[in-house]
């Protein structure tokens, strides 16, 4: 079974700038959540989609927001781009069910100059 | 809120010796406990996970057991090879649904150095 892919796998953009990351789950998988990870800290939640639903959403700012697709892939947009959103952002799916583990991609680094 | 707490790093240890990594957690409801390792320049994967009290979970050697009383899930392995060097994270998701949908919680992480 193919894994949780992500593309692209890095990027650089300038401050002031949008940005869109993709995030393709494993098959079946109806569940795609979002992770922040930065050295100061840390990994932290952005949000989960369930079934083209947002289900939650961590403690963020409106500039990144996102999205779920029919076939499960999500996207993920941070408008309006600062240096401190330079990170590591990785996609997990699951099959949904609160308890279940999460699997994840290998992840998109951004870097805002 | 939930919160996951590791013990502070680096760990450096030579091969084959004893390894623990401590993970205590906060939590309002009954969550599940998770282990994840992170190799340089990759994603994490999940090593091990153990959704009740008394739970061990297992896995290439590594252990944890899930025990409410001390609210902790301390990760063990009896014998660490260089291919261990890592970052280890402790999470927990809440099995309440609602609010914890979809949602890990992390320790900092634990990096781990095996020198041969």
């Known amino acids: 079974k193919a894994g949780v892919t992500q593309t692209p796998r890095y990027l650089i953009k300038t401050r002031g700038q949008q940005v869109t990351l993709s995030c393709s789950p494993i098959s079946g998988h109806r569940s795609v959540s979002w992770y922040q990870q930065t050295p100061g800290q840390g990994l932290q939640f952005l949000f989960e989609y369930f079934s083209e639903t947002q289900r939650n959403k961590g403690n963020f700012p409106g500039r990144f927001s996102g999205r779920q697709f029919s076939n499960s892939r999500s996207e993920m947009n941070v408008s309006t781009l600062e240096l401190g959103d330079s990170a590591l952002y990785l996609c997990a799916s699951s099959a949904g069910l609160a308890a279940n583990e999460q699997f994840f991609g290998p992840g998109t680094r951004l870097t805002v100059l | 809120g939930d919160s996951v707490t590791q013990m502070e790093g680096p760990v450096t240890l030579s091969e084959e010796a004893f390894l623990t990594i401590n993970c205590t957690y906060t939590?309002?409801?009954?969550?599940?406990l998770f282990w994840y390792v992170q190799y340089p320049g990759e994603g994490l994967q999940l090593l091990l996970k153990a959704t009740k009290a008394d739970d061990k979970g297992s896995n290439k050697g590594f252990e944890a057991t899930y025990r409410k009383e001390t609210t902790s899930f301390h990760l063990e392995k009896g014998s660490v090879q260089v291919s261990d060097s890592a970052v280890y994270f402790c999470?927990?998701?809440?099995?309440?649904?609602?609010?914890?949908?979809?949602?890990?919680?992390f320790g900092q992480g634990t990096i781990l150095t095996v020198h041969p």
């Open positions: 999470a927990l998701t809440d099995n309440a649904g609602g609010t914890s949908y979809g949602k890990l919680t």
């Open positions: 939590a309002t409801g009954y969550p599940s």
